[in-house]
């Protein structure tokens, strides 16, 4: 009895360092709203692109503004945690893009 008590411990033992880093190491904090309407939104500009809606200069101007948005989710996701602040400023972040992607759309120039 006495060496299977020792064989459990040295297994317990063995196996805590292995415990330890699962927990050290966080995932990347899910952001599935941002990521869809991130998603949403880069399939308005193609869509405008497609219907001559958006000429190429207005297109690559909305690209640049999706990419700041992504940068923002990227650093916000940096640390492990993306907190109600950094959130609200992609959120406004997005806003912003999104009417940028209507009035482009609905000016009146075309290719």
């Known amino acids: 009895m006495s060496r299977f008590k020792t064989s459990i411990a040295a297994l ?21 709203g941002i990521d869809k309407r ?8 193609q869509q ?6 958006l000429n190429g200069r207005e297109a690559a101007r909305l690209e640049k503004g999706q ?11 940096a640390d492990g945690v993306v907190t109600a602040k950094e959130r609200r400023q992609i959120t406004r972040a997005q806003n912003k893009q999104s009417k940028r992607i209507a009035h ?3 000016d009146a120039q075309h290719k």
Do not use: C, D, W, Y
């Open 67 to 77: 990419a700041k948005v992504q940068r923002m989710e990227t650093r916000a996701k």
């Open 12 to 32: 317990v033992i063995a196996a805590l360092p292995a415990l330890a880093f699962a927990q050290a190491t966080p995932a990347t904090p899910a952001t599935p």
């Open 38 to 45: 991130e998603a949403n939104q880069e399939r308005r500009i």
């Open 104 to 106: 482009e759309k609905h």
């Open 48 to 53: 405008g692109v497609n219907s001559g809606q």
